[in-house]
């Protein structure tokens, strides 16, 4: 049993690493959302699009290697964030990292699934 689970982590810590070229999102900019934005840096992904509702954190994500900075509660009135990241993406995601621990995100969990390629991870 215990050998299934080292494998099955494996497999899965192995799924989540963006490639070189991705498109990757991440739903917030603290220390977990810095260090998988920090990674998409350092595996050279094509766009890495920070998300926060909180201002000050944009020059932090830009520091970790953010191309993209979106603050949610800035886009128009009755935009999704989902719909925004399809439009400036031009139809998804490659890679989605929801790292807010916010509890009443998983809408955006969820969307996730319907936003990405190839995988969506909640940390």
């Known amino acids: 049993m215990r050998r299934f689970s080292l494998v099955r982590l494996r497999?899965?810590?192995q799924a989540c690493i963006p490639t070189?070229?991705?498109?990757?999102?991440v739903f917030g900019?603290?220390?977990v959302g810095l260090s998988c934005i920090n990674a998409a840096k350092q595996?050279?992904?094509?766009?890495?699009?920070a998300i926060d509702v909180n201002p000050a954190k944009e020059a932090w994500a830009r520091k970790f290697?953010?191309?993209?900075?979106?603050n949610p509660r800035q886009l128009p009135e009755g935009k999704r964030i989902q719909d925004h990241l399809v439009e400036i993406t031009d139809g998804?995601?490659?890679f989605t990292f929801d790292a807010t621990g916010n509890v009443s995100c998983a809408?955006?969990?969820m969307m996730q699934r319907f936003l990405t390629w190839k995988s969506?991870?909640?940390i």
């Open 11 to 13: 497999i899965e810590t």
């Open 20 to 25: 070189e070229g991705s498109t990757v999102a």
């Open 29 to 31: 900019c603290g220390c």
């Open 43 to 49: 595996v050279e992904a094509s766009r890495v699009i």
């Open 65 to 70: 290697g953010a191309t993209d900075f979106i």
């Open 92 to 94: 998804g995601l490659d």
């Open 107 to 109: 809408h955006h969990k």
């Open 120 to 122: 969506g991870f909640s």
